[in-house]
């Protein structure tokens, strides 16, 4: 038996010769709560589809429990979805909406009877048994949806952007129901959003897409704290790249010229010569107006904006790059825009990523 519920082995997907997913491999647990990441077109529905049947992969295998489905129907697969648009049978009540799939299995009534009121408690709809969907609100719909998928005791849950419908407001108290059901039921969510703080907010792990690729998988303090390419250092919260280059090396360590700057980096295997990209999250940038032996590296502020609790700079680099310091301490005596300041970080506060984006 497979230590992996679900095993995803170099799969393809070719619409009109358009790799739209491209030769992807991903290992998720049980009980996990896996999230694929990307904005639009990078190939997270497409990949979310070939797990549920809903299309066949042109290459590759797809495992469940170490069995072979990428040929089964769907509803030979032991996984259900919840879809954005919630697909509630409108005419029917909500008691009747989450038993339909026991219904079609034949189950005996009182075991539906049963099981529906286990899953309307966990959705904290109990008394709402006799409502039609248009009758409830967006939240309350997408509740029913996942009591519903989560009746027939799938295996994988699959979620397609269930919170999209939503205002913010909502999106959030769903975000936490929504974790704190999976925790309880121990069922296995592959979820999908182009939401990064959703993202961040609710996964063990997350699989950020790319045109098609997994550009990196880890937990979402790796994702954020060590993003191994230049995309991801971009898409994930808030990034400012430097660029840079080697100008010595030896073994694991390395000397870096980032804008005047000498950096000593150890644990990368870098070459002399080789151009890459320092990647910092604003909140850990720091800035002074005197250059110093610390603060080398110039640039010239361009607009700042109130944020509540942040107040957000943006700069100018001498080539033109614009880069973002996020400024906490708002007693901070902060230069007006056009003025010219020296910026720094702490090394542990940055990672080095290669132009060819490998780590």
Request: a neutral charge.
């Amino acid at each position: 038996m497979s230590e992996y519920i679900l095993e995803l082995i170099d799969v393809v997907k070719i619409f009109e010769k358009q790799k739209a997913v491209n030769n992807i491999s991903l290992n998720i647990k049980e009980g996990e709560f896996i999230t694929l990441l990307g904005p639009s077109g990078c190939g997270k529905t497409t990949t979310l589809r070939m797990i549920a049947g809903f299309e066949m992969p042109t290459s590759g295998k797809i495992l469940l429990q170490g069995e072979n489905v990428e040929y089964e129907q769907p509803n030979k697969r032991d996984i259900n979805t919840v879809f954005q648009s919630y697909a509630l049978f409108p005419h029917m009540n909500v008691y009747d909406n989450i038993a339909y799939g026991l219904k079609i299995k034949k189950i005996s009534k009182s075991e539906i009877k049963s099981r529906v009121e286990e899953v309307l408690k966990l959705v904290k709809l109990e008394g709402y048994e006799k409502r039609k969907p248009d009758q409830l609100s967006g939240g309350q719909r997408q509740r029913v949806a996942i009591a519903r998928a989560v009746i027939n005791r799938p295996k994988v849950l699959l979620l397609d952007e269930p919170l999209g419908a939503l205002d913010l407001k909502l999106r959030k108290q769903m975000q936490v129901e929504l974790k704190r059901l999976q925790k309880k039921l121990g069922i296995t969510f592959i979820y999908v959003t182009h939401d990064q703080e959703e993202a961040l907010n609710m996964s063990d792990k997350i699989a950020v897409m790319n045109s098609g690729i997994i550009e990196q998988f880890g937990t979402p303090k790796e994702i954020y704290e060590k993003p191994q390419t230049k995309f991801v250092a971009g898409f994930i919260g808030e990034s400012s790249l430097f660029a840079g280059n080697v100008i010595e090396e030896q073994g694991d360590k390395a000397v870096i010229n980032c804008y005047g700057r000498k950096i000593n980096v150890s644990g990368y295997k870098l070459k002399k010569g080789v151009g890459m990209v320092i990647s910092v999250r604003p909140e850990n940038i720091r800035f002074s107006n005197e250059k110093s032996e610390e603060y080398m590296i110039k640039a010239t502020i361009k607009e700042h904006r109130y944020a509540g609790s942040i107040i957000k700079t943006s700069a100018v680099l001498e080539d033109g790059t614009e880069i973002l310091i996020n400024n906490y301490n708002k007693k901070l005596d902060i230069p007006e825009t056009e003025s010219v300041i020296w910026l720094s970080w702490d090394t542990e506060d940055m990672v080095v990523i290669p132009e060819e984006g490998e780590n």
